[in-house]
């Protein structure tokens, strides 16, 4: 079936650093894709969408400066967390749409856990 | 403004019966309504889905129920076993845009217990 693989799993990493998280459709090509963001038991919070070859469409309150998203193939978008703080941790899900598909339009990631120190 | 609201926050089942999670939504246009199950530090993954021209649809141990008119559906789980301990979220999306952006629920942690 349909793979949405992101990458990494987990990052660690000091204040100020900026970090890239990598969503991928393996078998199927996505001219959408979705970020959402995740705070522990809470539900999924889209941040943004992404649009292969435009710019990505983001959610009211989110800071686009510093959650840069590129969507430069039909099969990759990447999420940037550019100078990241403590209140920056959380856990990042990709989902990619699948236009090929009417009964799973939408296939996610296993997320990124990001912690900043 | 919360599109889809979603009930019970959590839930406890004893092995062998049935949870039960209900979900109501406000937004007329959306057409597709799935439910997707999450363990802890993972993304969420596809369970089952349901559109709007059907009342129910079952899959293995698993059923949605759909009612239309009153913008309600829900999420069965017979036989519940521990290994369905997991949080639970239903969702909401409009097929008319072509991207299926998803609204979602806030979830259900349900425990299974022995």
């Known amino acids: 079936g349909a793979v949405v693989s992101q990458h990494p799993s987990r990052v660690i990493c000091k204040s100020g650093t900026s970090v890239k998280i990598e969503c991928r459709s393996l078998?199927?090509?996505?001219?959408?894709m979705f970020w959402y963001r995740q705070f522990p038991k809470q539900s999924l919070m889209l941040m943004a969408t992404?649009?292969?070859?435009?710019?990505?469409?983001?959610e009211q309150g989110v800071e686009k400066d510093k959650f840069l998203i590129n969507h430069a193939s039909l099969t990759l978008s990447t999420l940037t967390v550019t100078s990241a703080h403590p209140e920056d941790s959380s856990f990042y899900i990709c989902?990619?749409?699948?236009?090929?598909?009417?009964?799973?339009?939408?296939?996610f990631g296993d997320g990124t856990r990001l912690s900043i120190l | 403004q919360q599109q889809v609201k979603q009930s019970p926050q959590s839930l406890i089942v004893q092995k062998g019966g049935i949870s039960i999670i209900n979900c109501a939504y406000e937004?007329?246009?959306?057409?597709?309504f799935p439910w997707y199950q999450q363990f802890p530090g993972k993304g969420p993954a596809l369970l089952i889905a349901?559109?709007?021209?059907?009342s129910e649809k079952k899959e293995g141990r698993f059923t949605i129920s759909f009612n239309k008119s009153a913008k309600q559906f829900s999420l069965h789980i017979m036989d519940s076993q521990p290994g369905d301990s997991a949080t639970y979220f239903c969702?909401?999306?409009?097929?008319?845009?072509?991207?299926?952006?998803?609204?979602f629920g806030k979830g259900t942690k349900l425990s299974v217990i022995p």
């Open positions: 989902s990619a749409r699948n236009r090929d598909s009417r009964n799973q339009p939408q296939h």
């Open positions: 078998d199927f090509q996505a001219t959408t």
């Open positions: 992404s649009n292969e070859g435009s710019k990505a469409t983001y």
């Open positions: 937004n007329t246009a959306f057409d597709y």
């Open positions: 349901i559109r709007p021209d059907v």
């Open positions: 969702a909401a999306g409009d097929s008319g845009a072509g991207s299926y952006q998803l609204t």
